[in-house]
């Protein structure tokens, strides 16, 4: 092997001196149904964004990502299920792109799962002629990195406006964000955005009087997070649907924040002065739909999909998920999104650091259930939360036509006369793997 002199001092690149050496560029010239690609670098630049290392940021138009640095928490049995998330098989020969000590690390684990065919690229992913895929909106969804540069006052790719907030997210008292949150961020109860019987929304009146008391106008960058990411993500869908213009979610939340080891502030409740939202809520109200709208979707099957966003269980009938919501099963005619293993996670949608996964992968998903970027989609879970955050990653694939149903299921179930169903059910297709 030789060596390519990389961009940082600190990495450096292997290139295979061998006949199954490639190129990238040799690589677009061959079917690409005979080979995978593995981008092992951070999936955040897999989405669109540049770093030090990589001046363009996005990733090889066959390429799926497995962030080397995963790998540590991984045993055997997770990472074989992290290969079979991403569609990866052993009996082709397979890529690597990265840098050169993860890429190590990456060829032995694959090695152990019987990949024999392993190769790294012989090209920097910099110096690739072709188009690198980013996602539509991945600027909307942003590194720790990218926040802890912008705090130090640093320039930084994608910049937000000259007004811009970092609100941690949560449910009732500040009690974690008191303990430890990023620098300046301010706190916002989710009870202030949301209210009981059904959890929905409150009224655009108090949605106006929380941000304004917040210091967020529409004309405000928002850079949110919180310990559950469907916590912030449900702060999203509301500010997006308020008027919130450039509106953000920091990818991995809290935890990847701390284990970037990224300083923190404690016991201290940061205040923002207050000032006027500046134009009447809701500027976009599709982005929030009820009880009458979710209906229409069902009955124009063909053009739109009502997504549940709950768990196997939680949609086939097993278990409501919740223990103030008595009724199981689901909104008949709903189409399966995906989750998590409860109604308390939605690893269907995370990295194994809990930052979003390949939009490629949520496509798949979806695509299995005819739930299609062209149709008019809404998203539904329990009261909201896992909803807007299939919504937002949603938006940040680039789809259009995208709501959150605000009532879900504790609003469909508690009415007699809206059907449901229960029991297993299979999916519109099947999805080939190599």
């Not at 010239?29 to 995978?36: A, G, L, R, W």
């Not at 929030?288 to 997504?307: E, M, N």
């Not at 189409?335 to 996670?345: F, K, L, N, Q, V």
């Not at 919504?391 to 299921?409: C, L, R």
Request: aromatic letters at 12%; proline letters at 5%.
């Amino acid at each position: 092997m030789k060596l390519i002199s990389a961009v940082c001092g600190l990495f450096t690149l292997f290139v295979v001196s061998s006949s199954s050496a490639m190129t990238f560029d040799q690589l677009t010239k061959i079917n690409p149904d005979s080979y995978q690609v593995i981008d092992c670098r951070d999936s955040n630049v897999f989405n669109g964004w540049s770093d030090k290392m990589y001046s363009r940021g996005g990733h090889f138009p066959h390429a799926v990502n497995i962030d080397s640095n995963w790998l540590s928490s991984l045993n055997d049995e997770q990472f074989g299920n992290v290969l079979r998330t991403h569609a990866l098989t052993a009996n082709l020969p397979t890529y690597l792109y990265c840098y050169a000590d993860q890429e190590k690390e990456l060829r032995a684990r694959l090695k152990q799962q019987h990949f024999s065919d392993v190769h790294t690229i012989n090209q920097s992913i910099n110096d690739y002629s072709g188009q690198l895929v980013s996602f539509p909106n991945y600027r909307h969804l942003v590194p720790v990195w990218w926040v802890e540069k912008l705090l130090q006052g640093k320039d930084v790719a994608n910049p937000p406006s000259q007004d811009y907030k970092i609100v941690e997210v949560a449910w009732g008292e500040a009690t974690w964000y008191l303990t430890s949150h990023i620098p300046h961020a301010l706190y916002l109860d989710t009870n202030n955005i949301e209210s009981k019987p059904l959890w929905n929304k409150v009224s655009d009146e108090k949605l106006k009087a929380e941000f304004e008391k917040l210091g967020i106008s529409h004309n405000t960058t928002v850079l949110l997070y919180g310990r559950n990411m469907s916590a912030a993500a449900r702060a999203a869908n509301i500010m997006m649907y308020a008027g919130v213009k450039d509106v953000r979610l920091i990818n991995g939340g809290w935890q990847a924040w701390e284990k970037a080891k990224y300083p923190f502030e404690s016991l201290t409740t940061n205040h923002a002065k207050s000032k006027p939202f500046g134009v009447t809520i809701p500027q976009h109200p599709e982005y929030i739909i009820g009880l009458t709208q979710a209906k229409k979707l069902l009955a124009d099957r063909d053009h739109s999909s009502l997504v549940s966003i709950r768990s196997w269980p939680e949609y086939i009938g097993k278990t409501s998920g919740y223990s103030y919501i008595k009724p199981k099963g689901r909104i008949k005619g709903a189409r399966w999104g995906h989750a998590g293993t409860d109604a308390s996670h939605l690893q269907d949608f995370h990295n194994p650091d809990g930052t979003m996964i390949s939009p490629n992968i949520i496509a798949r998903n979806w695509n299995q259930w005819n739930i299609l970027s062209d149709q008019t989609v809404a998203f539904y879970c329990g009261t909201g939360w896992r909803a807007s955050e299939a919504f937002f990653y949603a938006y940040v694939m680039g789809w259009k036509n995208i709501s959150v149903y605000d009532g879900g299921w504790y609003e469909w179930s508690s009415k007699p006369s809206d059907p449901i169903a229960l029991g297993p059910i299979e999916p519109a297709k099947k999805i080939a793997v190599h």
